[in-house]
């Protein structure tokens, strides 16, 4: 059985159309990346969006922040989703995935915040990581004029921004920070170490694949230097006391195996857990194919996730 065999067949247009990535010409993809970003844009009239500048941590550039709400609102406070775009930490702006926001803001009621955290190989770890950090402390500092609840701060990322969601989640519980009610790493890049099955198994360079994961951590990580539980959380020792999980990943994803493995340690730490591995699928499918009936289903779970957990306050 080939690959293309295992792929759910909603998928497979997609895979037979995909070029694949080039790392090699980053410097030249990442300007049309971002300028692309930014002609994709489309307005909604159920959603106001706006770009702001806040500073940066401990001196560090000041990192931009896109906010979306809903057009029509109440006074009282809303619930704020933290979200941190994919892209393996190499490209990727607060533009990235402006419709997934958008869709965040009117299925689930809340604000939500992306963050255009320092990008690889300008910046390594953990840089990053301290933009979305950063970013959480402004808003919880600010929430008064954002209208958000305090008491009801979630994050979410996808790939590389999915380790930033399971990092900020540590290192809130860590810095004794703002309190969150839900952490989604979907699919997240949270093993530096790339030794598990389907980290071998997944090699396919039409999708996202073994040599792209070992690219996006090289040029991350700081030569020599040993990753923190910070930077790669699956070098966590100890889940306890981290906020529940709600986290999905496609079969087929090089991030299978790890991503099921922190899920089970959360779960043996005490931490409430709801995962959905997805058979026939490859890395960030439900953006490559929106209309697929299973990216429609990973969609719905993720928003009735978020509802539940905003519910509760």
């Known amino acids: 059985m080939t690959f293309r065999d295992r792929i759910q067949p909603q998928l497979r247009d997609w895979y037979d159309a995909s070029a694949g990535f080039d790392f090699e010409h980053l410097e ?3 300007p049309k990346c971002n300028a692309a970003e930014l002609a994709n844009l489309r307005e909604d009239p159920q959603v106001k969006a706006w770009d702001q500048m806040i500073p940066g941590p401990d001196g560090a550039p000041q990192v931009k922040i896109r906010v979306y709400a809903p057009s029509q609102r109440e006074k009282a406070p809303l619930p704020c989703l933290f ?3 994919g892209g393996g930490f190499l490209f990727g702006t607060v533009y990235r995935q402006e419709d997934l926001c958008q869709r965040y803001v009117k299925h689930v009621g809340c604000v939500v915040v992306s963050v255009e955290y320092r990008l690889a190989p300008q910046w390594k770890m953990p840089a990053p990581l301290e933009d ?5 402390l402004w808003v919880w500092t600010n929430h008064q004029t954002l209208g958000v609840d305090p008491d009801r701060l979630a994050v ?3 790939s590389a921004g999915g380790n930033l969601a399971a990092a900020v989640a540590l290192l809130a519980r860590d810095r004794k920070g703002p309190r969150l009610c839900l952490q989604v790493p979907l699919y997240g890049e ?3 170490r790339l030794e598990t099955p389907s980290s071998q198994e997944i090699t396919d360079r039409k999708v996202w694949c073994r040599d792209n994961c070992r690219i996006s ?3 991350v990580l700081s030569p020599g230097h040993m ?3 910070y930077e790669s959380p699956a070098l966590a020792k100890d889940l306890g006391g981290l906020p529940p999980l709600f986290s999905f990943i496609g079969q087929l994803d090089p991030g299978r195996d790890e991503n099921l493995t922190y899920w089970s340690r959360l779960m043996a730490a005490g931490v409430p857990v709801e995962c959905h591995v997805f058979p026939g699928c490859y890395h960030c499918f439900e953006l490559s194919v929106p209309e697929a009936e299973v990216s429609k289903q990973a969609y719905e779970l993720t928003y009735a996730a978020l509802r539940r957990a905003f519910s509760k306050g």
């Open 83 to 85: 979200f941190y775009h």
């Open 190 to 192: 949270l093993d530096c």
């Open 227 to 229: 990753p923190t539980q």
């Open 28 to 30: 030249e993809f990442v």
């Open 156 to 158: 979410a990322g996808l």
């Open 217 to 219: 951590w090289d040029k």
């Open 132 to 136: 979305c950090y950063a970013a959480l």
